[in-house]
């Protein structure tokens, strides 16, 4: 198909199909005349990525491309991508302050790293402990505990259960593919917009569970409370 | 205590600090004399979590704005107060394209809010259909089905099933909360800080799972595996 077609089909302006072939994010069409060029399936399906992990992932242009560059690196081994995707997909969070000027020890920092790593000996997890994803955990716990939230370390074991019931259906779900292409986008696709799915619930449960226990006035509707 | 002291503590430069004042995040100090003020404990608090808030949480300092005064508003009743709270703390994703020029139906759209709608009534969960939350996770939903994973939904289930999980601890911490400022405060800490508390520990767990899965030639390894 034209890009017009291309257009058409996906939403995305021919302006902004031209920036993300630029920019390394879409294959360029096949030329079919000096100044025309042919797009695909493949093209479409790839384009539609590129705007879920931009508009629902919330990831940059530059971080889709480092994404999109390991799912397109036939030579490495399967374990090796996810292992690199899931390091590029980990949000770059600040640790919420605790620059002492005095350089004094981050307590709350030592404190946190403690309790996950016992969490990860608990759990029985295979995970390097300088990896990415300990790293925004230590740094969350630590914030948490600055804001007087310390007490949240309470809940590990909650979450801990709840992430391991998720993961084990999205690993589900990956295995699925048999084609490794789309074995390594499911996992992309399903990291990225897994938490997105995932906050929306957990405000859903929220709302729910709050319903239930603060609303005592409406003892006549249709749940439990 | 000064603001210099304030500014030592927290490790948020003076300028930030008065900025933060300006735009009304953080109370002014009490005047002492015409050009000093006095900051106490409460200035303390409100400072980390602000800069909690900033850092972990991603939100922008309009959006701290109205939370801040949504936990400050001591006229609402509690629930009203969490369900704006939690309102305010959806994250606003587009919904991945589907503006078709020729303005044809979004089925992607039609469908996965008729998913969220059954999965709603299967769970008994209390929550009105147009909030924001809903709206979040339809249009996560879509924009999966869009890019070929609308298979997806099949794990709807053990998500919902996680993220009651995650509300139930989030609503028993909560609950050891008597003062209704504290009260408000640890649901808003917790629902934003635990956002990233929990895809920390998704990554993690689907490291684990990827790793056992995956890792073949690791026979002799700790794991099951």
Not at 137 to 164: I, N, T
Not at 199 to 210: H, I, N, P, T, Y
Request: without cysteine; hydrophobic residues 45%.
């Amino acid at each position: 198909m034209r890009i017009g077609e291309l257009s058409r089909r996906t939403g995305v302006p021919v302006p902004t199909i031209k920036y993300y072939v630029r920019e390394g994010l879409l294959p360029p069409g096949e030329l079919t005349s000096p100044n025309q060029a042919s797009y695909g399936e493949a093209h479409e399906r790839r384009l539609r990525l590129v705007r879920a992990l931009l508009e629902v992932g919330g990831l940059s242009v530059a971080a889709i491309g480092e994404v999109l560059a390991a799912i397109d690196d036939k030579e490495r081994p399967v374990h090796k991508v996810l292992g690199a995707a899931a390091h590029r997909l980990v949000p770059e969070y600040g640790d919420g302050g605790g620059e002492d000027s005095a350089g004094a020890v981050d307590a709350e920092k030592v404190l946190a790293r403690e309790r996950v790593e016992r969490l990860i000996e608990a759990r029985g997890w295979r995970i390097a402990p300088g990896s990415k994803a300990v790293e925004a955990l230590v740094s969350a716990l630590a914030s948490l505990a600055r804001v007087g939230h310390g007490g949240f370390v309470d809940l590990l074991d909650d979450y801990a259960a709840a992430a391991e019931r998720v993961a084990r259906a999205d690993l589900d779900y990956t295995a699925r593919r048999v084609a490794r292409e789309d074995l390594v986008e499911a996992v992309v696709v399903g990291t990225v917009l897994g938490d997105a799915v995932f906050a929306a619930l957990r405000r859903m449960a929220q709302v729910d569970a709050s319903a239930r226990t603060f609303v005592q006035e409406e003892a006549s509707g249709p749940g439990p409370s």
